[in-house]
């Protein structure tokens, strides 16, 4: 029997990203609002430690999520579905949003790794440091980081509003990702 629609596992793991990506947004603009730490006020090490933390995870997931859908591709999409160029569209979305979380995460970790705080996985065990405290490539990793955050914000919007089109022309793709 033909695979009908996506594999359970990268199901979940679609909806595990697109509901951490959405509280990484929210919790950054909380994260930069707080004042900046002294001897007391240490209160903004949790909420930087958690976003690190779920960043890192985010790649991990990305990864295993990737893996699940090569190893257990769905059917192609039937020619009622979808036209060749929406086809070709969404797959072209669909790297670019992968290869931005991907970026997003890694800029995020290599701006963090060039400032004189520790990275903690879930508050385990400390991530050796990869580079020393430099202020100017702290800046430089943050603003890639940020920068390519809001284009992934913006592929987002668009891969959200693709949804929509599908869910309105009741074409079947909603249902096809949704069977599993």
């Keep these: 029997m ?4 996506f594999n359970r596992a990268v199901v979940v793991l679609h909806w595990l990203l697109a509901v951490s990506i959405f ?20 209160f903004r090490a949790f909420p930087f430690q958690l976003h690190k933390n779920i960043g890192l995870t985010l790649v ?13 591709p769905p059917a192609p ?29 890694i800029s995020g970790y290599l701006s963090s790794a060039h400032t004189k705080w520790d990275t903690v996985v879930w508050w385990s065990f400390t991530l050796p440091r990869i580079a020393e405290a430099n202020e ?3 800046e430089f990793w943050g603003e890639l980081h940020t ?4 284009i992934l914000l913006a592929l987002v919007a668009v891969h959200v509003s693709g949804a929509i089109y599908h869910s309105y022309r ?10 599993w």
């Excluded at 990484?24 to 002294?38: C, H, Q």
């Excluded at 020619?79 to 669909?94: G, R, V």
């Excluded at 920068?147 to 809001?150: E, I, M, R």
Aim: with cysteine.
């Design 2 to 5: 033909q695979r009908q629609g």
């Design 23 to 42: 509280f990484l947004f929210i919790s950054s603009w909380w994260m930069m609002g707080l004042p900046l730490p002294s001897e007391e006020l240490q």
């Design 60 to 72: 991990v997931l990305l990864i295993v999520m990737l893996y699940m859908r090569f190893k257990y």
């Design 77 to 105: 999409p039937s020619a009622q579905d979808m036209t060749p160029w929406m086809h070709k569209s969404a797959i072209l979305a669909h790297i670019a949003i992968y290869g931005l979380i991907f970026f997003v995460c």
């Design 136 to 138: 100017d490539m702290n």
């Design 147 to 150: 920068y390519s955050a809001w």
């Design 170 to 179: 009741n074409d079947g793709i909603i249902r096809r990702m949704m069977r």
